[in-house]
């Protein structure tokens, strides 16, 4: 199934596919049982980043992860919570609350959230009360309408990650999409990425790490990998989660300081990419923009058809390089 499983050298090996199995027909009628033979979830917590399904991205009838809030018979509904907490269910195909889920990666839920415009990312894990509701410590950092990312297994289900806009009142200003780069600072860490994402077609990212001009070669892991990647898709914030094949102390998997994770992205355009990788007990996200199907991305913006891919006198804020994700944001 992957081409892209093989390690080599201290590279982690890491695949991922965009989505690609859920069915469209599906959003219309949310707690019907599959009609269809069970598919893997694109986009989810499955096992090595739930890869798999090479070569039907983009075929109708699928959908990358993350762009339903129901599909095959499960639901993500917030609830009701007190200022500063966020709360939701996920509801199952009997209509009840799930309460039996299998661990991912470390967790339960999986909670990822960021604005429509693609900031403020956010990765947490909630609590589950013995009701099967959901509770963190509110990751919705300002005023602005969210998108957030349920990403789960339920016990005898399939991966799944389901997305629900999230609005919190206020005054907003949208922050413009960072100009593609090649290189990013968060917390005096250098990360750079090498690789070209392409449509339809799986490419290799490697992202290096360093810090203070000396490469980290003692990464800590965090969930059970030296990193996680997730990719937002600009305009309609499709979800991707990549996980590794090789895990640390697997004895060929080094702790640094390159991280390289193969994706395939579903469609041409702009992407956001966020890097979670842990340093000195402290874990950190690195921001890129990276523009899909460009002829010589990233670094270079895509010709057409993408607000995103403007060139960095389009992007207004002279700070949009440093991207717009808050240093150190936290992590649970
Ligand atoms: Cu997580």
């Known amino acids: ?47 090595d980043g739930g890869a798999g399904h090479g070569g039907d991205n983009g075929a109708a009838g699928h959908l990358p992860g993350g762009l ?35 661990v991912a990666h470390d967790k339960r839920m999986h909670l990822i959230v960021a604005r429509r415009d693609l900031s403020g990312f956010r990765h947490v ?57 090649t290189s990013t600072t968060v917390d005096g860490y250098t990360v750079t990425l090498a690789g070209a994402p392409q449509p339809g077609r799986t490419a290799e990212l490697t992202l290096t790490v360093s810090r203070d001009g000396a490469p980290v ?21 499709a979800y991707l989660h990549v996980h590794p094949h090789g895990e640390p102390g697997d004895g060929r998997t080094r702790p640094g300081p390159e991280v390289s994770f193969s994706a395939e992205m579903p469609s041409a355009g702009a992407y956001r990419l966020y ?5 000195g007990g402290v874990v950190r ?16 913006p895509a010709t057409t058809g993408s607000p995103a891919a403007g060139t960095p006198a389009a992007t207004s804020s002279p700070t949009a390089d440093a991207g717009h994700g808050v240093p150190g944001h936290g992590h649970d």
């Open 217 to 237: 070669t003692d990464l800590e892991p965090y969930l059970g990998a030296y990193g996680h990647l997730v990719a937002l898709r600009q305009g309609d914030l």
């Open 275 to 279: 890097l979670d990788f842990k340093h």
């Open 1 to 47: 199934m992957n081409t892209a499983t093989k390690l080599s050298g201290f590279a982690l090996g890491l695949a991922v596919v965009f989505g690609a199995t859920y069915g469209v027909g599906r959003v219309a009628d949310p707690v019907a049982p599959p009609a269809e033979a069970p598919h893997e979830a694109g986009g989810g917590h499955g096992e």
């Open 125 to 181: 894990h909630p609590e589950m009360a013995p009701d099967g509701t959901w509770r963190v410590d509110s990751p919705l950092a300002g005023p602005g309408v969210w998108r957030a990312f349920a990403d789960f297994t339920p016990t005898g289900g399939e991966a799944l990650t389901l997305g629900v806009d999230v609005s919190v009142p206020g005054a907003l200003t949208a922050r413009p999409l960072p100009a593609p780069a």
């Open 285 to 300: 996200t690195a921001e890129f923009t990276v523009v899909a199907g460009s002829p010589t991305a990233p670094g270079v």
């Open 68 to 102: 339903l809030v129901s599909d095959r018979g499960y639901t993500l509904r917030p609830v009701d919570a007190p200022a500063g907490q966020f709360a939701f269910q996920v509801t199952g195909p009997d209509g009840r609350a799930v309460t039996a889920y299998d």
